[in-house]
């Protein structure tokens, strides 16, 4: 694997982890139509906590994650982030969104506007920074993310592992106190998988909290401090990374694990 | 081990040279080759549009160009009398009746002293829309301030007088003065009209989709005349009594309307070219509905309508010509008017060759524009 290296340098359970809590999910249900998605979800996430979620498709990770900053919307249970709940009060969408920033699969960047212009866009508009303050600070993260030359191209013109590095600079680009990435790396070729995980792993590094939906295991046992492992809408099974791969407890773990680490 | 019968080795770094492509590849008769005479349909094809053009272009320039009469004839140009039909030769077409006429052609019953304002607010919209639409994009912002307010108002206040000026009354307006106002204003209008009525249309709140899709669908059932019609003794007939509603306005608010509902259409179908992680990108960052819709969202959808938003344009602008059923002089009814006067009996076929010709300048100028657009708006290969 290609963390390899830097799992030695840092694992994560050397990193920090607050007590404070970020992100609270209570008896958290919800429905596609007839369709039981997320079953009674109970999750607390601390400040500073970085943690995989794993499972088979159609588990439900992705529906879970969305609900944290309401692309989907959870019909019955709570969830709150830093103590703001997520109801039908727009402001609190919005409030929630802004300390939130998402990764998604397939970038989802905006193809009309410059790659600087999908950084600066959401601080001009929501932070009502200056232009300039947030020129520099884009620049300022796609140099953390090491693409500075890219950013008067167009993100059409650009290979899928830059965009996504792109894509994480712009969440970034919020100062967010939160990162989801939902399966960052799935859409990429093998050799441009690399690249988008050591920007993540650098990230981790930097105390960010982070909860990711991947199957990346080199990743997960680099930087998570916590594995949880979701089938059919429910949390199976949740353990620090060593636990989780070397001792898993349910059934249902020992078969996924065995099916994703024997490909 | 070795194997004799490989003439190259399997593996070898030098380079190959480029060689010149064979004379049945590349140069003009290739061209001729593969693009008139590549198979017998295509010779076919090749040979029938050769005689199309031989049986209609020459005779199509004998009368348009070289039997045609260019000049007054001399009585005329020393101001003797008046310039008439008879004056043209036979088996061409007869310019001078445009030339004698052209005044009314673009002014209407406009009074002559007058005219300048109708120059001036031609020249203020030109510089409007060339200050939107081609001037460098640190000018956009003041070109949609002087367009969008300060044109219509001074425009306004130019063609209709008062405040100074000589009122001219708009049953005075006419020619292409009047098709182009017709077409400003129906143009300029429908357009934020048509996408709030698309971005209604596809709203979640069920009293806007439905108000949206009543009327969207019920003005695009109806036909253009029929609206104008209604426009013109219907709606008279529900205001009340000696409230009176000038022509022209009925007019335009018909026809906004019904290049709106088209436009709509246009716009939603851009709408939903747009993939869902353009929203949820969005949405994710914070940015508000309005802030999606505005940044995000619909410069992407209303750049994949451009060829729908122009091609209506285009059909708008050439359905200005029914507002003559309602009793309005526009360009084309002008030019009517103009061959149905004793002096001029007979001359329709070069009237309506002009009208052709202006109608289709203006068009293909806007295509050609759209075609240019969608070149420049391309940003990249876009894989999603």
């Known amino acids: 694997m290609a963390t390899q290296a830097a799992a030695q340098a840092t694992t994560g359970a050397e990193l920090k982890v607050g007590t404070d809590v970020m992100i609270e999910l209570s008896n958290v249900n919800k429905w596609y139509g007839q369709f039981h998605v997320l079953k009674d979800i109970n999750l607390t996430i601390y400040r500073g906590e970085r943690i995989v979620v794993c499972g088979p498709s159609g588990s439900g990770k992705s529906t879970m994650i969305r609900c944290i900053n309401r692309l989907e919307e959870h019909q019955r249970g709570k969830i709150s982030v830093e103590n703001v709940e997520l109801t039908h009060d727009l402001k609190n969408i919005e409030q929630v969104r802004r300390e939130v920033g998402m990764v998604f699969q397939h970038f989802n960047l905006f193809p009309h506007l410059t790659v600087l212009e999908n950084l600066t866009l959401a601080p001009i508009w929501v932070r009502k920074m200056p232009k300039k303050e947030a020129d520099e600070v884009a620049m300022h993260y796609l140099q953390r993310v090491r693409i500075p030359e890219q950013a008067k191209k167009y993100p059409g013109q650009l290979s899928g592992g830059q965009q996504q590095r792109v894509a994480i600079a712009r969440s970034l680009c919020m100062n967010p106190k939160v990162m989801l990435f939902d399966e960052p790396t799935s859409a990429l070729d093998p050799e441009m998988i690399k690249e988008v995980l050591e920007v993540m792993i650098e990230l981790a590094r930097s105390g960010m909290t982070m909860l990711c939906v991947t199957h990346e295991m080199g990743f997960a046992r680099t930087v998570a401090n916590r594995v949880i492992f979701m089938d059919r809408g429910e949390i199976i099974e949740q353990n620090t990374p060593e636990e989780f791969f070397n001792h898993p407890k349910s059934e249902r773990t020992k078969m996924f694990l065995s099916q994703i680490l024997h490909h | 081990m070795t194997d004799q019968t490989l003439s190259t080795p399997p593996v070898s770094d030098d380079r190959r040279p480029d060689l010149p492509p064979p004379i049945t590849v590349a140069g003009p008769i290739a061209w001729v080759r593969a693009n008139l005479f590549s198979s017998p349909l295509n010779i076919a094809l090749t040979l029938l549009s050769a005689f199309l053009i031989y049986v209609i272009v020459p005779p199509v320039l004998t009368w348009g160009i070289f039997n045609a009469t260019w000049t007054f004839p001399p009585e005329v140009v020393t101001g003797e009398r008046a310039p008439k039909f008879s004056d043209c030769a036979p088996g061409g ?59 219509p108002i001074v425009s306004f206040w130019l063609l209709r007088g008062g405040l100074g000026l000589l009122p001219v009354p708009t049953e005075q307006w006419g020619g292409f003065m009047l098709t182009l106002v017709i077409s400003i204003v129906g143009i300029v209008l429908s357009l934020p009209i048509g996408i709030v009525l698309a971005l209604g249309r596809r709203s979640n709140l069920p009293v806007i989709h439905l108000l949206c899709v009543i009327f969207i669908e019920f003005v695009r059932g109806v036909p253009l005349i029929t609206v104008l019609f209604m426009a013109n003794i219907l709606l008279p007939l529900f205001l009340p009594p000696g409230m009176q509603v000038n022509v022209l306005l009925r007019v335009l608010v018909g026809i906004t309307a019904f290049a709106a509902a088209y436009m709509a259409e246009v716009i939603r179908g851009g709408l939903q070219a747009i993939p869902k992680g353009q929203y949820e990108g969005a949405m994710a960052m914070g940015l508000s509905y309005w802030q999606m819709m505005r940044l995000i969202i619909l410069p992407q959808a209303l750049t994949v309508a451009i060829p729908g938003i122009v091609n209506t344009f285009i059909g708008f602008f050439m359905d200005t010509t029914l507002v003559s059923m309602v009793g309005l002089f526009d360009f084309l009814n002008m030019v009517k008017a103009g061959y149905k006067d004793a002096n001029w009996v007979g001359a329709e076929i070069t009237g309506y060759a002009f009208c052709a010709v202006v109608y289709w300048v203006i068009c293909f100028s806007m295509s050609r524009y759209s075609m240019y657009l969608e070149r420049k708006l391309h940003t990249g290969h876009k894989k999603r």
């Open chain 2, 93 to 151: 077409a007869c310019w001078i009746f445009v030339g004698a006429r052209l005044g009314q052609f673009i002014y209407g019953f406009y009074p002559e002293p007058e005219r300048w304002r109708v120059i001036l607010s031609f020249v203020m919209a030109m510089v409007g829309i060339y200050g939107l639409l081609g001037a460098p994009v640190r000018f956009r912002k003041a070109s949609g301030i002087f367009f969008f307010i300060i044109f």
